[in-house]
């Protein structure tokens, strides 16, 4: 499937992704990071990968990944 366009829904918490064949997905990010174990930062990165990136954080939740994705983020902006 051909995706048309995605983005964070700021009022739902969540990503809207509309495909070309007019097929509507919604994943709540609530739901996708609740049982994730974060820092303030790893956070601050999963919000902002939400935001501007809204497909990757998509991918990423789908495959149980998001919390290897900001771990590996969180390690890379330590000083």
Known sequence: MKIHFSYYNQ???GIDIA???NTLLFLSCAE???NL??????QRLIDNLAIDN???YAALALDCE???WADAMD????F
């Open 37 to 42: 174990h974060t820092t303030p930062n790893s």
């Open 54 to 56: 809204p497909l990757l």
């Open 11 to 13: 009022y739902k918490n």
């Open 66 to 68: 998001l919390n290897a």
């Open 19 to 21: 495909f070309a064949d």
């Open 75 to 78: 390690e890379e902006w330590c």
């Open 32 to 34: 996708a990071e609740k």
